[in-house]
């Protein structure tokens, strides 16, 4: 990084023509106490002749960073006119760009030099020209830390009124929610100006601000104490005024990502600024202070404060117009900004300050992102967490007039669009029920988004801009969703994406406020499914007024779901019985299969081969208590998973920046359709998979894996696996689960307790076996296997750190050998059982006529297996028109999952393509020369964004059968078959099963 910085003197190489003037000052300041001032006339330069090193990008590095300019300079007055800064060599300029002087204070320009300036940079160049604005006779420009060459992630830079022309690719790409303000800022309005504002319209206004009043300002009762604190607080800023000169310490935010990483911690000491989210944290302190007190003198004091701290906000370019160089991920940082200043909106009006803070708010909450076509509208869960509050803020606070009509019912459209079911992996809800966000369902980042969008939907409920009923129930959805992927707060650790703590856990508060925005329809002003369910996830301790309120309409806690769920926008069943949970999640060539940072789930590869995860311990249910425990965890062994066992530092992932999409992040993807699940009556379902990793890490590992789930039955079967590792034995996991105390027994096929610590032991099974583990999960594996079982004190690597961790565990798994061809695996899980119930299970299985269960097929084209007491027959369907012929089902011309009730004269049958089907064919950039996978960013695919393609299934079953009733997506085809069969056309988009009956054609 080449960079200038004007302490005490000019450096030598730094000059201007004799029509203009330089100097040291005082008067202005953004980083150390001066900066250049540089007195200029229309026609003067100012000239900094040193090689500025720069290297342009090299296809293929380790890191897509590009060299760029970086700059700040004071404007004192606003001017219709341009600074250019030329860069070249000699007499010549090879690029330029031109930075716009219409503001007053600081700005800043980050500018990539390929990709940003007009011209083509080159190697030698070793000067740079400023040129002053022309359209002027004289003035005065202040310059602080001019970085003449620094390297910059390309998607940071972000355009502004200063430099619009910077990184224009950015409004397209993933991180445009939070660079594309100026993008947003030029749309034109949505609706035409409303003659006047309805009765209605200001009800709706009165309403909402008397609800987001009440939202944002807490009770509080202000002390000395507090003002004490205030005081010292306000005066670490050193804000102070010099005239009609402000100034103070800097505020930034906390990236600097124009710093080197090396440099960073040393050059964020030598700034000594303030972090952006501290300052406006602190504002809203004041905020709630000034609005809680009635002392006249407290509040004079306190307002002399937030108008200084508002006008130092604006001085250092926090403000209307300005992108301070990046904003990627601004919101985190600046989320209170809004609240404070709603608060003190009539203080501001009197001050005459409000007309500037509301444009403050809209420019950094990117409310132009409202008057966005509908078709390009997007969901987006930073925003709705960040910033939708903003959006609103600054919209109320706008005087009750037609504009204020116009703007806030272009708001309600837009929201009711973001909130609608997406198509493709675009965010932010899905049909199923999965909350979206880094392109794949996201839970710990779904949580901040229904903490901001629950409420915003209960403020607008019940006035004219309440959100539309399709986009109510869209959330409705996803909210209830995650009651069922968690229990009772903490969500299943296949979810928990870069985060593999296991104490991810949802928030009560979004159901609160679900509750009270009424139902869909709004026909009702309390949706008690929905209050139901906040009751019964209510933390007891904290009984609330709404808590109360509820209680007295005769509303009760929900009991703990029960049922079958699946969603496959995640890859993943959901079952359910009493109060435990069971988890099964893929992945496809569609939804990555781990993400890795840095500093983040270095491990965690195999995190989504299959696994399957039993929730049933704990008060409340947890995942620490029903056996995941981060210290010591081999992360070889998910339970469920099909995995080649490595050394466990050679599982650390190896984690790259592929392209200009993304940053130093792992989310690899199979190149495999086949992954997700089925449910049959809401009770009974299914999960299956075609595994197969990424050629990055074990190419060559394949598996046909399926989990059938009939009430507390889980029948796990995998077949066809296979891979070429020599040296690292292939296994299939039962279970891994912690011992916090090592005398905790397990039993195998013995009444006897295993207490023994450390023990191992292998079985090699000429007759079926069971096991029951210190968890009351019982396991029945058949005969013809290879079970270990493990009690040690195992040793790994944090997921964040690479810090050795260690604990005490016990596992068990089922080994396949190395380089396995054609292994299999069959093993059933009771869930809650004890030692009598799973002897007596496996003593049932070793006898057809008591069987609870048949596996009728497990090869590479099906899995089929027929729960007996259930009735129903269960089809894995790898490979389409496989001659099935197994119960009533004859054949299917689909790879598809399907399940079927047996009910005296009829059928209940379910079926899904479990294919996305968001590109067909093969995408050839992601393969090479030699036909192998290669690593490419999800961000960087085009399909992402794509709508499911309608696939359809057909079905023949044996018999002669009719519909009972019209179901959507399905019907009898034309042709009939032969008098024996009948054939079902099935439309499947959105991987989403379709259920449906049939009798007999009597």
Not at 306 to 311: A, G, I, Q, V
Not at 550 to 565: A, K, R, V
Not at 672 to 682: C, H, K, R, S
Not at 935 to 945: C, G, I, N, P, T
Request: hydrophobic fraction near 35%.
């Amino acid at each position: 990084m080449k960079i200038l910085v004007f302490d005490n003197e000019i450096p030598p190489h730094l000059v201007c023509d004799r029509s203009s003037h330089l100097a040291i000052s005082e008067r202005y300041y953004k980083y150390g106490k001066h900066s250049l001032q540089w007195a200029y006339s229309s026609n003067s330069y100012l000239q900094v002749n040193e090689p500025l090193l720069y290297r342009p990008y090299q296809e293929g590095s380790i890191s897509q960073e590009r060299d760029s300019f970086v700059v700040w300079i004071y404007n004192g007055e606003p001017i219709a006119d341009v600074v250019t800064f030329q860069f070249g060599r000699k007499d010549g300029v090879d690029c330029q760009f031109d930075f716009h002087l219409n503001f007053r204070g600081w700005r800043t320009a980050w500018v990539a030099y390929e990709r940003d300036m007009q011209g083509d940079p080159h190697l030698e160049m070793d000067k740079l020209t400023i040129r002053a604005p022309k359209s002027i006779g004289e003035g005065t420009l202040y310059i602080n830390q001019l970085v003449l060459n620094t390297r910059i992630d390309p998607r940071f830079h972000t355009r502004d009124k200063q430099v619009p022309l910077v990184n224009l690719e950015g409004d397209q790409k993933a991180n445009a929610h939070w660079l594309s303000l100026l993008a947003f800022e030029e749309l034109a309005p949505r609706y035409a100006m409303p003659e006047s504002v309805s009765t209605e319209q200001q009800r709706a206004h009165e309403v909402t601000h008397e609800r987001f009043e009440k939202l944002i300002l807490e009770d509080r009762i202000v002390t000395h104490a507090d003002m004490l604190r205030i005081k010292m607080m306000f005066a670490n800023f050193e804000i102070s005024r010099n005239g009609n000169v402000i100034s103070g310490r800097p505020i930034d935010l906390p990236f600097f990502d124009h710093v080197p990483k090396e440099d960073r911690e040393r050059w964020k000491e030598l700034v000594n600024g303030v972090q952006l989210s501290a300052y406006t944290d602190f504002m809203m302190d004041i905020a709630v202070c000034y609005r809680s007190t009635d002392q006249a003198s407290w509040k004079r004091e306190l307002q002399v404060m937030f108008m200084d701290m508002l006008d130092h906000l604006d001085e250092q370019g926090w403000t209307y117009g300005s992108a301070q160089g990046t904003v990627h991920h601004f919101g985190y940082n600046y989320r209170n900004y809004y609240p404070a200043v709603y608060l003190m909106r009539n203080e501001l009006a009197q001050a005459g300050r409000l007309e500037r803070t509301q444009q403050t708010m809209y420019w950094y909450s990117g409310a132009g992102r409202i008057h966005a076509p509908l078709e390009e509208i997007e969901g987006n869960i930073d925003i709705f967490n960040t910033t939708l509050h903003g959006i609103l803020a600054s919209l109320l606070i706008l005087p009750d007039s037609p504009a204020k009509v116009r703007e806030l019912t272009s708001f309600s459209t837009w929201l009711s669009q973001s909130l609608l079911p997406a198509p493709g992996l675009r965010s932010a809800y899905k049909s199923d029920g999965s909350a979206y966000h880094h392109v794949n369902h996201y839970p710990a980042y779904a949580i901040g988004g229904f903490l901001g969008v629950t409420p915003v939907i209960y403020l607008l409920s019940g006035t004219a801009y309440r959100v539309d009923e399709l986009a109510h129930g869209s959330v409705r959805k996803a909210l209830l969703a995650m009651r069922l992927y968690s229990n009772k707060y903490e969500w299943l650790v296949s979810l928990s994406a870069r985060h593999p703590t296991g104490k991810g856990e949802l928030e009560v508060v979004p159901f609160q406020y679900m509750a009270l925005a009424g139902t869909p329809d709004g026909l009702q002003p309390i949706d008690e499914e929905v209050a139901a369910a906040y009751m019964r996830l209510h933390h007891d301790e904290e009984k609330s007024e709404v808590y109360e309120r509820f209680l007295e309409m005769g509303i009760t806690p929900e009991d703990d779901p029960n049922g079958h769920w699946t969603m496959n926008f995640a890859a993943l069943a959901i079952h359910r019985r009493g109060s435990w949970l069971v988890g099964a999640r893929g992945h496809s060539r569609y939804l990555w299969a781990n993400e890795s940072y840095v500093s983040a789930n270095l491990y965690g590869r195999y995190i989504s081969h299959g696994h399957v995860q039993i929730m049933s311990q704990g008060q409340p249910i947890n995942n620490e208590a029903s056996g995941y425990h981060h210290d010591g965890w081999d992360w070889n062994r998910w339970p469920g998973t099909t995995t080649v066992h490595k050394p466990i530092p050679e599982l650390r992932s190896n984690v790259r920046n592929v392209d200009a999409f993304s940053g130093f992040e792992e989310m690899l993807l199979s190149d495999e359709t086949y992954a997700g699940g089925l449910n049959l009556e809401g009770r009974n379902g299914m999960f299956a998979m075609k595994l197969h990793e990424h050629p990055k890490y074990e190419g060559s590992l394949r598996a046909r894996k399926s989990v059938f789930f009939f009430d507390n039955r889980i029948i796990c079967l995998g077949s066809d696996i296979e891979n070429t590792n020599t040296v690292y034995p292939t296994e299939t996991t039962l279970f891994q689960s912690h011992l916090a105390d090592q005398k905790c027994p397990i039993w195998v096929n013995d009444h006897s307790p295993i207490r023994e610590f450390p023990y191992s032991h292998e079985h090699v099974l000429d007759e079926s076996i069971w096991l029951l583990d210190h968890l009351e999960n019982g396991y029945y594996i058949p005969a013809g296997q290879r079970l270990s079982v493990s009690r040690s004190v195992q040793h790994s690597k944090h997921q964040a750190t690479d810090a050795y961790t260690q604990g005490s565990f016990a596992a068990a798994w089922l080994g396949h050998g190395c380089a396995p061809q054609q292994g299999s695996y069959e093993y059933t899980i009771l869930v809650k059982t004890d030692q009598d119930g799973i002897e007596t299970f496996c003593a049932d299985m070793q006898h057809a006529e008591s069987a609870p269960y048949t596996v009728l097929r497990k090869d590479r084209s099906a899995h089929i297996v027929k729960d007996h007491a259930n009735q129903t027959t269960a089809y894995a369907l790898f490979e389409a028109n496989t001659g099935i012929n197994e119960g009533w089902l004859r054949d299917v011309d689909t790879p598809a999952m399907v399940m079927i009730r047996e009910a005296e004269d009829e059928l209940i049958i379910s079926a899904v393509d479990p294919d996305l089907h968001l590109y067909e064919g093969k995408e050839w950039d992601q393969y090479d020369e030699d036909g192998n996978q290669v690593e490419v960013s999800v961000y960087s695919r085009k399909w992402v964004h794509a709508p499911s393609i309608p696939s359809t299934i057909r079905l023949i079953l044996r018999g002669n059968w009719v519909m009972r009733d019209d179901y959507l997506g399905c019907r009898l085809a034309i042709d009939h078959g032969d008098d024996d069969t009948t054939i079902i056309e099935i439309t499947c988009k959105d991987a989403m099963p379709r259920e449906f009956v049939v009798g007999m054609n009597m």
